[in-house]
């Protein structure tokens, strides 16, 4: 018998037509579930693998055994019958795979290319009436999954997230989620429904991202938030040299999808993408999504700072790419903003201003570029400069979220009603973000609204209780606003649980002691701060304080002068100076200090204003109230200047003194005590147990004029049983583990 009538009898050949007819399906069924469920691309080569070794097996096994209805059975073994029995099995198994393979054929040639359209339109009943229901107008762009088989690429999935999110908003009609926000769900398995109602959209894109080599598959799809329903899905394949066609292309039906009918230069702006160099745009987006900790930016110099190095390359590769040096703008800005080091910080904003001015030259209609340069000015001082380019990049992409907010940081002290109005928007293209509360409460507190400013505050904390600046924003209310020193010192508590070496949470608390009249926990709390910030104004100048409340005026000069090396302009200096000129009886001196402090203010205002104008102006009352301590002063000039400050700044912590101080000069003694006992029900007590200038009551030459009458007496010892209540709650307070005491602090310090 030849060689082939063997293999004929022991069905070798049919059974390995069957295995091939068998295999292909299978490899096909494959690769649409592949396709679906978005499996690597190892899945499909691990499996033609497995195909290719099973079928010598099959083969060798055909040969020794044969199939029959009771099961396998050697060769030897077989007897005619079951021969024929095992000829008729195989051959029925061979006809049905190779009609299911011929049914897979016909469809795949004839109706693949509909099913492929298809994919846009929901198939099932309730997906149909989804998509006639609508899309809405608001969409949050989710991050991508990576699906690639090297971990590496995770950037690359980020990057395609972060392309499409800009895209999108350059959609007038669309309202999309900014990154921070929809980047908090990264890696989370949340439902669309919960993510909805936290970013307030009304549908979300998912996908996820599949590189293999050069080539790319992005598989998008389109889902409602309100119920769940999926809307679109549609895959996307190219090659990377096409990368930026593959986008715009995900981009177009998206948009198309949403029925959003985009004009031309709407278009123009979705498909820009500021280079033609793959690699150059590579490197980009390796920039922008390097993973980053502020801690390690303070000492760090550009030529080692990762993201700066990845934008050189890409610039190097496109010197023309508009975008990367706005980007790179951005990231020295930062790295001014981190250092502490002040030659690296001129450094850093110099480089700045020399990437902005380059992206702004490149392509002027760029958003980022003029954004870039108000940052620029900002970090320089040139407040009218920032607010100049910050609305340029608005009028340019009224979407763009970082000059939204650093415009609503530049005019929240002089219009804080349009501030407020720009970070509303802000709050609805980032609905997560915690940093708008808390400029919102700046706002709201410029125009008196306190009760306001403390909800948001509140909202803030609700989102993210681990930021401690919120609760020592909250305790700044609390005491300024509404005379609660014992719920400041609890918030304070938190901040300082949260970050025991922080400066505003240390100098908050010594403050709301030195309010409380706790001298003894004040010098504590006093002490602390010292050792931790040895250089920071607030330690240097606590003795000082301590010598003027102990009326040793001449030694709080003296300490003043040896203090000229530090900030010698500061408002605290020139106040201090200026009370103890006062409690020296020496009127003139005092006066110098207005003078002085006043010629300081105009310079800054020279320079756009290096202080925040809601600072700035206020601080000056400070000092100008030195000349209505003057026997004898009567002058309207000084008295105007104050009345308007008060008028315009109605929420200055200190305007009972300064209101009480003018009727007195008026010659209005029962409204300067209307005044004072207006400040026993809405002020702090312990603020107004020191004067503005950190003068006792006693030591004050302000309320002199008063002094011996039995209101005033009276007033004065209501006064001070109010701080003793003040200052036996916070007690109170401390021995629950309400208030956090300095020796729960130092241990914070100690442990690892």
Not at 106 to 128: F, G, I, L
Not at 133 to 157: H, K, T, W
Not at 484 to 497: C, G, K, T
Request: charged content about 25%.
């Amino acid at each position: 018998m030849s060689l082939f009538e063997e293999l004929q009898r022991r069905k070798v050949i049919r059974v390995g037509i069957a295995y091939l007819v068998g295999a292909w399906l299978v490899v096909q069924v494959a690769e649409l579930v592949a396709e679906s469920f978005g499996a690597p691309p190892w899945f499909m080569q691990m499996l033609l693998v497995l195909v290719a070794i099973g079928l010598p097996v099959a083969l060798l096994l055909s040969w020794a055994f044969d199939l029959t209805p009771q099961g396998l059975v050697r060769d030897r073994d077989v007897t005619p019958a079951l021969s024929a029995s095992s000829s008729r099995l195989l051959s029925g198994v061979t006809i049905v795979l190779l009609v299911t393979a011929l049914a897979y054929f016909v469809w795949e040639s004839r109706w693949s290319d509909r099913a492929d359209s298809a994919m846009a339109a929901p198939s099932s009943t309730q997906e149909k009436a989804a998509v006639e229901e609508g899309m809405g107008d608001s969409i949050a762009v989710l991050p991508f999954e990576n699906f690639s088989g090297n971990r590496e690429d995770e950037y690359f999935a980020d990057g395609l997230t972060d392309t499409l999110l800009h895209k999108l908003a350059q959609i007038d009609e669309l309202t999309v989620i900014a990154r921070n926000s929809t980047f908090q769900f990264k890696g989370q398995n949340r439902d669309v429904r919960e993510i909805g109602d936290i970013l307030g959209v009304d549908v979300v894109l998912e996908g996820s991202v599949q590189r293999a080599g050069e080539q790319v598959r992005i598989i998008a799809q389109l889902i409602r938030t309100s119920d769940g329903a999926h809307l679109w899905s549609q895959t996307f394949d190219d090659t990377m040299s096409n990368i930026f066609e593959l986008q715009d292309s995900v981009a177009a039906a998206i948009a198309d999808q949403m029925q959003f009918d985009l004009s031309e230069e709407q278009r123009r702006r979705m498909m820009r993408d500021g280079t033609r160099d793959p690699e150059a745009y590579d490197l980009l987006i390796r920039a922008i999504n390097q993973k980053t900790d502020m801690d390690d930016m303070a000492d760090v110099d550009d030529g080692d700072w990762p993201p700066v190095l990845l934008i050189r390359q890409a610039l190097e590769l496109d010197p023309e790419y508009a975008q990367a040096w706005a980007q790179l703008s951005f990231e020295y800005n930062t790295l001014a903003f981190s250092t502490r080091n002040s030659e690296k910080y001129t450094k850093f904003v110099g480089e700045a201003e020399v990437a902005a001015q380059q992206a702004v030259q490149l392509t002027p209609d760029l958003a980022d570029g003029h954004d870039a340069m108000g940052w620029v000015s900002h970090r320089k001082g040139e407040k009218l400069a920032a607010q100049k380019h910050f609305r340029k990049a608005l009028e340019l992409d009224p979407n763009a979220l970082g000059a939204m907010s650093g415009l609503a940081l530049q005019i929240i002290g002089s219009e804080p009603e349009e501030a407020l109005e720009l970070l509303d928007r802000v709050l609805e293209l980032e609905p997560t973000s915690v940093v708008t509360h808390r400029q919102r409460h700046f706002a709201y507190s410029r125009l008196g609204r306190y009760d306001e400013a403390i909800a948001e505050l509140e909202k803030g904390i609700e989102k993210d209780p681990d930021v401690g600046l919120l609760y020592n924003d909250l305790a700044d209310l609390q005491v300024r606003r509404k005379g609660r020193v014992d719920e400041a010192a609890v918030n304070l508590s938190r901040f300082l649980r949260l970050s025991p070496h922080s400066y505003p949470g240390l100098r908050g608390m010594l403050e709301a002691w030195v309010w409380a009249s706790g001298e003894e926990e004040a010098e504590g709390w006093a002490q602390l701060l010292l050792l931790q910030h040895p250089n920071s104004e607030m330690a240097r100048i606590r003795n000082i304080d301590r010598l003027i409340a102990a009326g040793r005026f001449g030694e709080a000069l003296e300490a003043l002068d040896r203090l000229k090396n530090i900030e010698d302009n500061a408002w605290h200096i020139f106040s201090r100076r200026a009370a103890a000129c006062l409690g020296m009886r020496q009127s003139e001196c005092a006066s110098q200090q207005s003078r002085a402090w006043s010629q300081e203010i105009e310079k800054r205002r020279e320079r756009g204003g290096s202080l925040p104008e809601w600072n700035v102006r206020p601080l000056a009352a400070d000092i100008l109230a030195a000349e209505l301590a003057r026997p004898g002063s009567g002058n309207e000039a000084v008295l105007k200047e104050i009345s308007e400050l008060l008028s315009e700044y109605p929420y200055f912590d200190k305007k009972f003194y300064l209101k009480a101080g003018i009727s007195v000069r008026l010659g209005q003694p029962g409204e300067a005590m209307a005044m004072l006992d207006q400040s026993l029900q809405d002020a702090a007590p312990g603020i107004f147990g020191l004067d503005i200038f950190g003068l006792t009551v006693e030591q004050s030459l302000l309320l002199d004029p008063l002094r011996g009458q039995a209101e005033f007496e009276d007033w004065q010892r209501r006064h001070i049983e109010q701080r003793k209540a003040v200052l036996q709650q916070m007690r109170r307070l401390e021995n629950r583990g309400e208030i956090i005491s300095v020796e729960a602090v130092k241990r914070l310090l100690s442990s690892p």
